[in-house]
């Protein structure tokens, strides 16, 4: 005897909320804030961090990914004001407690220290 209903199964029915009509100035404003390191760490291994060096306004540059500035980020990154943080970084940042500002552009999540 199969266990199996006999009936189909229910459709589960979607529909949009609304639309997010913010501007990027808005969205890299609600998708700001603090974190410590504790709070970051789980995603160093999957490369979604991206250390933005304090010489760098970090709102500027998470306004550069999301316009999608390839030129911009390319230049960032080949001069080492942007780096992937490794495991060395990560324990570093253990040990001292770092907290950062951050902000997050998907699939990335810009992160820069904490100056207080």
């Keep these: 005897m199969s266990t199996e209903s006999n009936n189909p199964p229910e459709h589960m029915h979607y529909q949009m909320i609304g639309e997010d009509t913010s501007t990027i100035a808005e ?6 804030g603090k974190a410590s ?3 970051l760490k789980a995603h160093l291994d999957s490369g979604s961090l991206i250390y933005v060096d304090e ?3 970090l709102t500027e540059t ?4 999301a316009d999608d500035d390839q ?7 080949k001069s080492g004001d942007l780096v992937k ?3 060395p970084h990560g324990a570093y940042w ?9 902000r997050i552009v998907s699939p990335f999540i810009l992160i ?3 100056t207080s």
């Design 27 to 32: 969205k890299l404003a609600k998708y700001a």
């Design 37 to 39: 390191w504790d709070d």
């Design 55 to 57: 010489s760098l306004d």
């Design 62 to 65: 998470a306004q550069a990914f």
């Design 71 to 77: 030129a911009r980020v390319a230049d960032w990154l």
């Design 85 to 87: 943080p490794s495991a």
């Design 94 to 102: 253990e040990s001292i407690e770092a907290s950062f500002e951050c």
């Design 112 to 114: 820069q220290p904490a």
